[in-house]
């Protein structure tokens, strides 16, 4: 269970501090550029640490030059949690580098039940080698901004446990295999999807011709020349039953609607995450819908107890659905850091909880008083 997340350095997060309760919800919330994906990468590069060496990670847009805040010369992040209610463990783990005689030099750190400081140094490193509670606290995390139009593509997938990836591509095996190996998560995901958009009966999957580019090679005297060659292939596509028609194929259902089932097949698969981070989590829902969506996550983290889910959103209809302490308020200051404060930290939170819903208190105070106080820099 993550607890807390420092960013120092990453981007316009020059010192952020977020601090999560126990409600296991929360949300991320701020003008345009005030760093909330920012906070969702932080996390996202840290999970995929646990598993991959700095090198793998920090590649291209990922780079620590794009990474760094600007003109500075070193960048931590830094998480901590436990794993376990009855046998808690304690963990911390960071990543870092610095940058001296123009090289960025890496290290993974890492602490457990307080005790002592281990540390790694070089881009093949990662959390990989941390003790227990760390790399299964955190390797369970996905990172999500789905794309409609790729949870509606038809897809081929050779995976044994095929997954959404982080676009929203590979939705329809995903599917698949939830129907075959876990029926009644199925049925669940089903319910929850007729809630939300209500127009909807039955969700299938049939099978679709899919182009999948493969790299193939061929030696010409002696030597290897790679090119890629474009097979026909049979893969599968969602169709949904709804009230207006049976078998209607994903690309033309409503972008809403398959953003909620691409949420839900993420949320509901047998191998599901420990972390969800969600970008832009309202994007194309009604405020009805998006009110119902916020009721449908509570049940799910109800009856999954290692279930955090931390997201991005404009939508005061989902801030509504939220107490103050799982509202995180992003704002930047002049020269455009991020500052970050719960609205529970708020000096008029206790009259505005008996007075105003929180997206109500949200819209009155706006983001202004985060940043109020802050000496200018
Ligand atoms: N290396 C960097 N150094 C300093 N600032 C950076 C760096 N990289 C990005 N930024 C700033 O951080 C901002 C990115 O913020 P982010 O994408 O987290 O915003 P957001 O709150 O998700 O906004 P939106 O609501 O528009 O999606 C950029 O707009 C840019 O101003
Ligand atoms: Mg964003």
Redesign the pocket.
């Known amino acids: 269970m993550l607890e807390h997340v420092v960013l120092h350095?990453?981007?316009?997060?020059k010192s952020t501090k977020l601090s999560f309760d126990s409600s296991r919800l929360y949300a991320?919330v701020?003008?345009?550029?005030?760093?909330?994906?920012?906070?969702?990468?932080a996390l996202h590069y840290l999970s995929r640490l646990a598993s991959s060496p700095f090198k793998n990670v920090f590649q291209y847009e990922r780079s620590p030059?794009?990474?760094?805040?600007?003109?500075?010369k070193d960048m931590s992040v830094t998480a901590s949690g436990f794993w376990g209610y009855t046998n808690r463990q304690d963990w911390e783990a960071s990543y870092s580098w610095k940058q001296e005689n123009n090289l960025w030099n890496p290290t993974a750190s890492w602490k457990i039940n307080n005790g002592h400081e281990n540390s790694l140094e070089g881009w093949e490193k990662s959390l990989s080698q941390s003790p227990h509670p760390i790399p299964i606290s955190l390797r369970h995390t996905v990172h999500l901004k789905l794309v409609a139009s790729n949870l509606a593509k038809p897809t081929y997938s050779d995976e044994l446990t095929p997954r959404v990836e982080f676009d929203g591509s590979g939705l329809a095996p995903t599917l698949d295999f939830l129907r075959d190996e876990a029926p009644d998560k199925f049925q669940e995901l089903q319910e929850m999807l007729r809630r939300i958009v209500p127009g909807v009966r039955e969700v299938g999957i049939r099978r679709a011709k899919v182009a999948v580019n493969r790299q193939r090679s061929i030696e010409v005297n002696g030597k290897f020349i790679s090119y890629e060659e474009t097979q026909e292939m049979t893969g599968q596509e969602v169709v949904l039953d709804m009230n207006t028609g049976e078998r209607i194929p994903a690309h033309a259902i409503s972008e809403g609607t398959m953003l909620t089932l691409g949420l839900l097949a993420v949320l509901m698969n047998p191998t599901q995450p420990n972390l969800v981070l969600l970008?832009?989590v309202e994007q194309g829902l009604h405020p009805k819908a998006q009110r119902e969506l916020m009721t449908v996550f509570k049940e799910i983290i109800q009856s999954n107890k290692n279930l955090q889910i931390l997201f991005?959103t404009?939508s005061p209809y989902i801030v509504d659905e939220l107490v103050p302490s799982q509202v995180y308020i992003?704002n930047?200051t002049n020269s455009?850091?991020?500052i970050a404060k719960r609205l529970d930290e708020h000096p008029d939170v206790e009259w505005a909880k008996q007075t105003l819903t929180t997206g109500e208190f949200w819209d009155a105070e706006g983001e202004d008083w985060v940043v109020a106080g802050e000496v200018s820099d």
């Not at 030059?65 to 500075?72: D, H, S």
């Open positions: 350095n990453f981007k316009s997060h991320l701020g003008k345009n550029s005030a760093g909330k994906t920012s906070v969702l990468q030059q794009f990474i760094t805040t600007i003109g500075e970008d832009d991005s404009h992003l930047n455009g850091f991020t």
